[in-house]
Nanobody
Framework: QVQLVESGGGLVQAGGSLRLSCAAS????????MGWFRQAPGKEREFVGA????????YYADSVKGRFTISRDNAKNTVYLQMNSLKAEDTAVYYC??????????????????WGQGTQVTVSS
């Protein structure tokens, strides 16, 4: 059973930075596509970004493009989300997710089989 544990969330002022980490265990992490999603209070979960397992190609939602960067360290079974120039509207619980099949529908939560418990990010304006 794959387990994902996020960390690195917290309270930051607008314009600041945070780096989220997602540590995986129990599976073949290096072959999984990994995604980040977020959910703000009263809103639906939304795609933030994803990274492939093979080419390390990364993809981003328009709302975070140019500000957020996804990377992965397969030796450490960890995926990262570097968040810069944070805005109040980035406030949400952030979740990492694993897709063993590398679906082309990487923006859709249904493509991911495993999810972490989430980490809260709060950006004060």
């Amino acid at each position: 059973q794959v387990q994902l544990v996020e960390s690195g969330g917290g309270l930051v002022q607008a314009g600041g930075s945070l780096r989220l980490s997602c540590a995986a265990s129990g599976g073949t992490f290096s072959t999984y596509a990994m995604g980040w999603f977020r959910q703000a209070p009263g809103k639906e979960r939304e795609f933030v970004g994803a990274i492939s397992w093979s080419t390390m190609q990364s993809y981003y939602a328009d709302s975070v493009k140019g500000r957020f960067t996804i990377s992965r360290d397969n030796a450490k079974n960890t995926v990262y989300l570097q968040m810069n120039s944070l805005k109040a509207e980035d406030t949400a619980v952030y979740y990492c997710a694993a897709d063993p099949l590398g679906s082309e529908y990487y923006t859709e939560g249904a493509s991911y089989d495993y999810w972490g418990q989430g980490t809260q990010v709060t950006v004060s304006s």
